[in-house]
């Protein structure tokens, strides 16, 4: 079965430090992989996907087959980016989303 | 146009009563999802709409979960016979699906609480 871990439930990192999110997945086949985020009294939202290779906000992840990790990563936060960020895998072929327990980012000023 | 709407926004109940909550997916979305947010568990699949029909039930809980999408628009999750472990977050979701990745856009939840 697919599995999504994001193993820190709470993180703080000062405005203008680096920010690491961790996501590690299990999972046999292709998967496709995201982040979302959910801001303070806002729905959820998609932030990047790794087929799109893209940086969102400053944000970029990458996709480690080897070591089975999607970091999501921001090389100077910004308080705007204080947030509760999901990791999710999709495999192809299926429609649901499997989604890791989340991070509570605050970025302290 | 609106995004997706959900109905009621908060809903208490007392254990043992049934609910029924309310999805409007976005209008032309063909792919509709219920997830479940409880406390410390991240976000749960529920079940899965292609249309009207549900190809992927596989996460309801128990049969005191069901769910139906009339009109290929919106849909109803209803809990018979709530327990207290079912308090949470219940999340719709809807996408356009097609051959390319696609996004799943969230609605704002209801909150259920039994009591």
């Known amino acids: 079965a697919q599995r999504v871990t994001q193993p820190e439930k709470l993180l703080s990192v000062f405005k203008g430090a680096p920010v690491e999110l961790k996501c590690n997945y299990s999972?046999?086949?292709?998967?496709?992989l995201f982040w979302y985020v959910q801001y303070s009294r806002q729905r959820l939202q998609l932030l990047l996907r790794?087929?799109s290779r893209e940086s969102i906000k400053g944000f970029t992840a990458d996709l480690n087959k080897g070591e089975t990790s999607f970091h999501l990563k921001k090389p100077f936060a910004q308080e705007e980016d204080s947030a509760m960020y999901y990791c999710?895998?999709?495999?192809?072929?299926?429609?649901?989303?499997?989604f890791g327990t989340g991070t509570r980012l605050t970025i302290i000023p | 146009g609106a995004g997706v709407s959900q109905s009621p926004s908060n809903k208490v109940t007392e254990k043992g009563k049934d609910v029924e909550l309310r999805c409007d997916p976005i209008?032309?979305?063909?792919?509709l999802y219920w997830y479940r947010q409880s406390l410390g568990q991240g976000l749960e699949f529920l079940i899965y709409?292609?249309?009207?029909?549900?190809?992927?039930k596989s996460g309801l809980p128990s049969d005191r979960f069901s769910a139906e999408r009339t009109g290929g628009s919106v849909s109803t999750l209803t809990i018979q016979r709530t327990q207290q472990e079912d308090s949470a977050v219940y999340l719709c979701?809807?996408?356009?699906?097609?051959?390319?990745?696609?996004?799943?856009?969230f609605g704002p939840g209801t909150r259920l609480t039994v009591t």
């Open positions: 979701a809807s996408s356009s699906s097609g051959l390319t990745s696609y996004e799943q856009y």
């Open positions: 999972y046999s086949g292709s998967p496709e």
């Open positions: 790794h087929i």
């Open positions: 999710a895998l999709r495999d192809f072929g299926n429609e649901k989303l499997t």
């Open positions: 209008s032309g979305h063909t792919a």
């Open positions: 709409f292609q249309g009207n029909s549900a190809p992927d």
